[in-house]
Nanobody, 119 residues
Framework: QVQLVESGGGLVQPGGSLRLSCAAS????????MGWYRQAPGKQRELVAT???????NVVDSVKGRFTISRDNAKNTVYLQINSLKPEDTAVYYC?????????????WGQGTQVTVSS
């Protein structure tokens, strides 16, 4: 079982930056994949970035160069740094964890944090 708690969302002007945090209830070394997804109003949830237990990262092309995923092992926390925010980045951002145990994958979600980009 993994509990995920996101924080760091808010209202920001275009061009601004935010750092989202996702605190896990257990060591992130034991979590195979952690990632960030987002869901804009009226749209499907989409993947933004992932990081593996070994530290390998991936950011989707549509936000590459503006979004960075990282982690702090000591704090069991994964971050999403978002720069040069655009109105189209407005969405609820969700943290996700995937754990492989006894041949099965278990998926966990946080409650989400709202990011609103507006002047």
């Amino acid at each position: 079982q993994v509990q995920l708690v996101e924080s760091g969302g808010g209202l920001v002007q275009p061009g601004g930056s935010l750092r989202l945090s996702c605190a896990a209830s257990r060591s992130i070394f034991s979590i195979n994949y952690m990632g960030w997804y987002r869901q804009a109003p009226g749209k499907q949830r989409e993947l933004v970035a992932t990081i593996t237990s070994s530290g390998s990262t991936n950011v989707v092309d549509s936000v590459k160069g503006r979004f960075t995923i990282s982690r702090d092992n000591a704090k069991n926390t994964v971050y999403l740094q978002i720069n040069s925010l655009k109105p189209e980045d407005t969405a609820v951002y969700y943290c996700n964890a995937k754990v492989s145990m006894t041949g099965s994958w278990y998926v966990y979600w946080g409650q989400g944090t709202q990011v609103t980009v507006s002047s």
